[in-house]
């Protein structure tokens, strides 16, 4: 078997502003990377956000570790072991608030020994289309996206509105409700794990070897990406594989920015935290064939 990178993008919510995700990919893996926008002082900047930081370690790390030999879920431990050491050594001290730890979400397509991987944490996504036309969906969050919309939407009415960086969670009930919620990740075994400072994490890696026919093609993206199925409904998964192969991933982000920025600025149609969210996505095929280097 053999990986295809046929298309990618990575776009900041706002032109000016940092952008938390990243996208890469080495001979055997692609995956996206979102960083969760902090909700405190941060430790690492400047120049760049906590969020992009663990994103960029995250990215380089992956890119070197995630070979066909390794387990993930060691990977991951890793991962989160040189970051928790490089976070607590810039902030010089033992002890810190938890809602200011870095976390990331991440989602991954591999080769293993054992077949074609995908593993991740939190909610990034692998929207995929095998050769026999079936679309499979996964993801390392087991939530749905009701009760964020509901919450949303509260913290909108609360605020009265978007500020004027195109947030809606900066008062201080909503801030508050969201750092008591960020506080709790890793922490709990039936609860939310992602990529952070936390290296237990390794052991909660949601993960399947997938039992397709190939070729296949798939998106993997951040929640920022996907929002054009989860959120806006702007086409079904199958659609956004279909289109992303045809038009490519920058149409869909082009969309994506119309409705955000056009269709419902307030975010009352369709609620969330933020007008618009940092958006990134890889356009993969898996073949059959001896492996080469991704182009």
Known sequence: ???AILDSVSDPARPEAENDDRVGWND?????????????DPVMAPPASDAAWLAEQARRFLEEHLTPAR??????????????DAFFR?????????????NAAFQALRLTARGIETAGLADCTLILRDGAGRILRHS?????????QKAARRAIERGGGFDAAGEGF???DTLEDLRAKRSRLNSDPDGAWTLGVVPEAGAYVRRALLEIDLPAIG??????????????QACSDGDLVARAEA??????????????RVVDPDGTRFPHYKRCDDASAVLVRSLAGRPKTLT
Do not use: K, W
């Open 28 to 40: 055997s893996a692609a995956f996206v990377i979102d960083g969760a926008t902090g909700l405190g």
């Open 1 to 3: 078997m053999r990986l």
């Open 247 to 260: 038009d490519g991933l920058m149409a869909l982000l082009h969309e994506l920015r119309q409705i955000e």
């Open 71 to 84: 387990d993930i879920g060691d990977v991951v431990r890793d991962l989160c072991a040189a970051a928790r």
């Open 140 to 148: 390392g969050s087991r939530a749905g996206r009701g009760n964020e």
């Open 219 to 232: 998106v993997l993206c951040t929640d920022g990406f996907a929002g054009l199925v989860d959120n806006y």
């Open 170 to 172: 900066r008062n201080r």
């Open 90 to 102: 810039a902030a010089g001290a033992p002890e810190i608030e938890r809602y200011r730890f870095p």
